[in-house]
């Protein structure tokens, strides 16, 4: 059996199984990808970000921090900590050198850290590519074997968003965002499972674009014949008469100090109730 969690004083039958994580991510964590039309890029991620886990060191790693015996890792390649995310990277990259899958390895690699830079340093993406390549080499093939059977490759295309380059990368980070954010849920509710009951289900768009709309009325009451107020109100105006444009990539420039985080947030919602969107959560 490969796993993916342990849980402290629990018995390994207890703990996460790595194929069930699987099961998991593809049947509902990962579905928030579908609003922006990623669900593909969702499912591929998902099978490859933990695959580095199946590595007998990572293996013998969680058994010893459990005072298990580990002894039958002891003839397998690579001890103690393995630095899991770099397996499903470098299996990404060497799958085909391209963006498809470059783009992948950067969102698998920096799924605990961040996002690595291309070069520059020992945790730049390409250093981790070379000096990384044991952990990608080390996991069984009777774990990856069924990997890219599994993942609609033939599928796998960047979204028509993703027409030029600053676009591209905004999306690249959105993916990024919801891979980050589901793994982080996923793990909360099979560590902390009382925690993860706890988290509320997310309020519809209209109420809290209700609450800011109040909010915002307060705030325009407060002063509003200072210049200073006049322009934040101004940048408030245009930023409402865009929301209701077409759905796209837009961006805001505002000098500090002139409330663009309240605008751009009351764009965001009076666009999204424009157009009928609604929050992709998971109910993890």
Known sequence: KVYA????????????????????????????EQSFDSSNWAFVAAWLHDLGKAHPGFQAYLARENGL??????????????????????LAWEKQKNMIW????????????GLPDWCGSQAALTSRLETDKAVAQGIPASAMGDV???????????????????????????????????????????MDNARSAKRPAFPPLQELKTQLDSHLAQMGNKNPALPINRTRAQILANCRKAALGAPGLFSLTVSMGGGKALSGTAFALDHAVHHGKSPRLSDS
């Open 148 to 190: 890219f059977q599994n993942m609609a490759l033939d599928k796998l295309r960047p979204p028509a968003v993703a027409r030029n380059a600053v676009a591209y990368h905004f999306w690249a980070r959105m993916l990024f965002s919801c891979l980050v954010d589901a793994d982080f849920l996923d793990t909360e509710a099979f």
């Open 5 to 32: 969690h342990s849980l402290e004083s629990h018995p390994p039958g207890e703990w996460q199984l790595l194929r069930k994580l699987r099961i998991k991510w593809e049947r509902d964590v990962l579905s928030g």
């Open 102 to 113: 470059k783009t992948l390895a950067y969102l698998v690699a920096g799924h605990h850290a």
């Open 69 to 90: 015996d580990a002894s039958e890792y002891d003839g397998a390649a690579g001890s103690g900590r393995v630095n899991h995310s770099s397996g499903g990277a470098i």
